[in-house]
Nanobody
Framework: QVQLVESGGGLVQAGGSLRLSCAAS????????MGWYRQAPGNQRELVAS???????NYANSVAGRFTISGDGAKKTVYLQMNSLKPEDTAVYYC????????????WGQGTQVTVSS
């Protein structure tokens, strides 16, 4: 079974930074997509940032210029560098990967809480 393990969440003051990590384990051939989503109380889960093989990264307008998504294929890990954090960034952050083992399927992490205080 493919699993994603997230780390790096926590409590930070507004203007601070955090780096989230998400590492995949299990048996699969490749990763075609990596992304970060978040869900705040009362809101739908929303796309924060994503990467697809052979394409540029893309970001939600609310985080563009502040967050950076990156990946390490050898480590099967995706990162989210979060700078200039705002209270409205408070949410549970979920990583997602599209992995291939014969066919492609999506795997989600269990989420990590990010809380930004003013």
């Amino acid at each position: 079974q493919v699993q994603l393990v997230e780390s790096g969440g926590g409590l930070v003051q507004a203007g601070g930074s955090l780096r989230l990590s998400c590492a995949a384990s299990g048996s699969f051939f490749s990763i075609s997509e990596m992304g970060w989503y978040r869900q705040a109380p009362g809101n739908q889960r929303e796309l924060v940032a994503s990467m697809t093989t052979g394409t540029n990264t893309n970001y939600a307008n609310s985080v563009a210029g502040r967050f950076t998504i990156s990946g390490d294929g050898a480590k099967k890990t995706v990162y989210l560098q979060m700078n200039s954090l705002k209270p409205e960034d408070t949410a549970v952050y979920y990583c997602k990967m599209s992995v291939k083992r014969g066919v492609s399927f999506q795997v989600w992490g269990q989420g990590t809480q990010v809380t930004v205080s003013s």
